[in-house]
């Protein structure tokens, strides 16, 4: 399926494992890791937002990444200068070509890993939002993972501006039915489960795997977005900062931490929150918990690694 939909994916995957010095299945199963790893596990995280105008100063795209404390090792940014195509600029963990960013066209994705017990063989969900930063607008995006075209189930949240366009869409995609929300001055959130009563029947609630974690988390998220608006207040990169730092409800919070009784390779932790702001093309990138960084980095297509 990798080959159909772009065999240059394939080339980057085999060079990548040639330069590794590890075989090219190794880095294969890393691009097929949520279809291994994701369809029977029980641990959630990961709280998208996208954010429009007249709402908010700017197009704005973001989330906190929650998973293994173990696993915020391997966090990589990278910069995807494409011969033929578009300029990706991406975090994500080494050996995975696709993940949470945005490209030169002002489009940026973000995911949300949704456990439910079906699985096909086609696209991995990774591949797949390689496929979307690849792409020029929403709506091609679009079209490059529904149908069933993915191989497992996930949320992804895009957004755009360019040249006076904006618009979001989130789409909650399984590998059999999708269905989506698009938005052109308001704002869209997403957790960890299916919200589409569509799709929901069609999978049937025996197949999920969500725990109140990922309920409690959106209903959070609503009510802090919701308060801003009511109280009139311009949101901006600093709003949704003060979001993605939200402690309401611990341990189900937005921010997650480390649980003491865990260990690193089984708790679900907050390994990095990501700000896009699309109007701009600048991506706000905080490397742990955003209520207390380790490291901070900004970033633009006029900077260089």
Avoid at 89 to 97: N, R
Wanted: glycine fraction near 4%; proline fraction near 3%; hydrophobic fraction near 35%.
């Amino acid at each position: 399926m990798i080959e159909k939909s772009n065999i240059n994916l394939l080339e980057e995957m085999d060079y990548i494992a040639k330069g590794a010095a590890v075989e090219f299945e190794d880095i294969l199963a890393l691009n097929a890791r949520s279809e291994i790893a994701l369809t029977n596990n029980v641990s959630d995280g990961c709280t998208s937002i996208a954010v429009m105008p007249p709402l908010s100063d700017s197009v704005y795209l973001s989330q906190n990444w929650d998973w293994r404390p173990a696993q915020s090792r391997s966090l990589i940014k990278l910069d995807i200068n494409q011969t033929k195509g578009t300029e990706i600029q991406m975090v994500t963990e080494a050996g995975i070509i696709g993940k949470i960013g945005f490209n030169n066209h002002g489009l940026g994705v973000c995911l949300n890993a949704i456990r439910a017990n079906i699985i096909s063989d086609q696209l991995p969900v990774h591949i797949g939002l390689r496929e979307v930063l690849n792409t020029e607008s929403i709506n091609e995006a679009k079209e490059k993972i529904i149908d069933g075209k993915l191989g497992s189930s996930a949320n992804i949240l895009i957004a755009q501006e360019k040249n006076n366009f904006q618009k979001a869409i989130n789409l909650e995609l399984s590998p059999h039915k999708y269905d989506k929300k698009k938005i052109k001055n308001d704002y869209l959130y997403h957790t960890n489960h299916f919200c589409s009563d569509v799709i929901i029947k069609d999978i049937g609630k025996e197949n999920f795997n969500t725990v109140e974690n990922s309920f409690v988390r959106l209903n959070r998220i609503e009510k802090l977005i919701k308060n801003e608006i009511e109280e009139r207040k311009l949101i901006s990169e600093l709003t949704i900062k003060k979001w993605l730092s939200d402690h309401k409800n611990e341990p189900f919070s937005i921010c997650r931490h480390k649980n003491n009784s865990e260990s690193i390779y089984d708790d679900t932790i907050t390994a990095f929150s990501i700000i896009m702001n699309l109007t701009n093309k600048h991506m706000y990138l905080i490397e742990g918990q955003p209520c207390q960084p380790l490291t901070e980095y900004r970033f633009n297509f006029n900077t260089k690694i």
